[in-house]
């Protein structure tokens, strides 16, 4: 595990905030485990893990469960794990074409979710709808869960009202979207602190926090949902960029589609959305004769595996292995971890298609990252979001020891 450098300048609350930050990444990756086992693992003294177990067990954050013998003499080791009541995130996940609320505990566990299969409709309709299954779900807590509920986190495409020509969607229902600050009159509305995310990045903490994270700090992730989505781990935080959209492969440029039902680019070039996605694989089956409306049918058919679905299949890797080998060009990063809003087989499919290709493309003296199914499939986005006041609340990010808060909107800590 790497750790960043601590200087002579580093406030010593930061640093307490970050070991246990550690501590509790260290539960997450290989619960139940002994305060000798965290100690290894932290790279920390016995003395210090001690102590640091007290605050944490105070706090309401870890609870003891059991014990183990790890020798023959002394007493049997106290294990420890995460307490599931300690911390509490509500995720909502919109998307241009379905939106998803979900409320989950510190383990992980989704306890309730909403959901609506929908064209996304005017910002304030929305608003209104997620705030309602909101004000439901805070119904299923008690007070003392209530007090304990890190925040809510919101997942969506960055500028929705773009590339819906690609996409095959109506213009005026997404004009208002990018005059909208969503987070914000939400927050405005439930009078909680809230966090938002590129959809894509925050998909991607979702598998740091509670997934392929507790194997590996360093992996390039893609969504393939309506459009393609992405995000990038790096030392176990999530690659920003200026904008937030650092790892957005799906504006990655490529060549335009050979299948008859692509609508043609304005240039020479057109964009990996334009071909990887549902989106394009659900135009593609219309135009073959395929009755597609909703993501049932969708999966209905990928599992029946018309022609359709493998003549887009190749296209889709056809475009997708040469922008996923010059990002990893880029960043060198041993995995790629694949997810997709159905599956019905698709990503199994895929990932045998790409593997192949990526091996095929690799360049001399290069080799083929190991390619890793995603942890929550249609739920990631939701989960996603719900992981965001969890991740910036909880996670050991280099930023703490330099006393930076959280990245996306200031946060009122929860009281423990």
Sequence with gaps: MRHPHVGRGSNSVNVRRYNERLLLQALRRTQPASKADLARQANLTGTAVGTIVATLDNAGLIEFTGRRIEGK??????????????AFGIGVRLDRTSIETVLVNFAGEVLARSGHDRVLPHPREVLEMVTGDIHAMLQRLSSHERARLAGVGVAQPFNLGSWLRELGLPMQTFCAWDEFDFASELGSALALPVFSENDGNAAAIAELFYGCGRQSDDFIYLFLGPAIGGGIAVDGDCLRGVSGNAGDIGVMPVPP?????????????DILLARASLNALARHLRYCGESVETRADLEACIARRPPAFDEWLDDCVEALAPALRAMLCVLDVPMVVLDADVDAGLIDALMKRLSTALALSAPEARGTPELMRGTFGSDAGAIGAATLPMFFNFSPRAGILKGAGAELQEVNHAPF
């Excluded at 080791?77 to 300690?86: E, K, M, Q, V, Y």
């Design 73 to 86: 003499r002394g007493q049997p080791a106290s294990l420890i794990r995460l307490a599931p009541g300690g």
């Design 257 to 269: 589609s050979r299948l008859p039902s692509a609508p043609q680019p304005a240039g020479q070039a």
